[in-house]
């Protein structure tokens, strides 16, 4: 949790591009920035491109294409405790970004948005045609936003890029591909400043949540904000 370990998860979601899992033995890992999944080009074309803002090489797979069955899973030993990705950057972002992923599944795994001076903007933003997208045993704690699920429309020979302040302009506009098939089995969504669960897309078709919570850092936070 000291080192940054931003490459090695990027490298290894690339990997298993489109198709894989990603296992996370125990310990504590640090990002510095985005973890990307769904749709991306590694050619540098900017079509159907996602990158942070500032950076210059591109992260994933070809253009049209998208990780699907993929599987993100951590460990839980006896007492419970999970694999832990914490934020260590030194301005907003969103720890994972999922644009337009198919059958997605996080388990055994806690991520920890705050590094005691940077919140992540969020812990997850999925959006955009996602379908599938699964959470068990999972602890989003102490972002911005702890979960947040968002339209996104856009031109593919545009590029989505991710800006670093806060409440970016996202692209999250109403008629964007639907999002659907939300699933969250014993999740917690913890922490977070502005909400833990932000339901931002007026297209979400079946979403599940059983033997979870969600709740804010203080009273002026929302534990769900439909928005």
């Known amino acids: 949790g000291i080192a940054d370990d931003t490459n090695a998860i990027r490298a290894a979601f690339a990997a298993a591009y489109p198709v894989g899992t990603i296992f996370f033995p125990k310990g504590v890992y640090k990002i510095t920035k985005p973890i990307y999944l769904g749709w991306f080009n590694t050619s540098g074309n900017n079509q159907g491109s996602f990158k942070w803002a500032g950076e210059t090489k591109y992260w994933g797979g070809a253009i049209g294409s998208s990780h699907s069955n993929t599987k993100i899973i951590g460990y839980t030993d006896n007492y419970g405790n999970t694999s832990e990705i914490k934020f260590g950057g030194t301005s907003p972002f969103p720890m994972f970004a999922i644009i337009s992923g198919r059958n997605i599944e996080f ?68 008629g964007g591909w639907m999002v659907e098939h939300i699933f ?9 400043v502005h909400s833990a669960l932000s339901m931002e897309t007026s297209q979400c078709l079946h979403f599940v949540s059983q033997n979870s919570s969600f709740s804010g850092a203080n009273y002026s936070s929302y534990g769900i904000f439909l928005g």
Do not use: M, W
């Open 184 to 192: 969250l089995n014993q999740t917690h969504l913890t922490g977070a």
């Open 107 to 174: 388990s055994d795994i806690q991520l920890n948005g705050n590094n005691g001076s940077v919140r992540a903007s969020e812990g997850i933003f999925a959006s955009a045609g996602i379908s599938n997208l699964k959470f068990d045993n999972c602890y989003i704690n102490n972002c911005y936003r702890d979960l947040r699920i968002g339209n996104a429309y856009h031109h593919p020979e545009d590029p989505i890029v991710f800006t670093d302040y806060e409440d970016a302009p996202y692209p999250r506009l109403t």
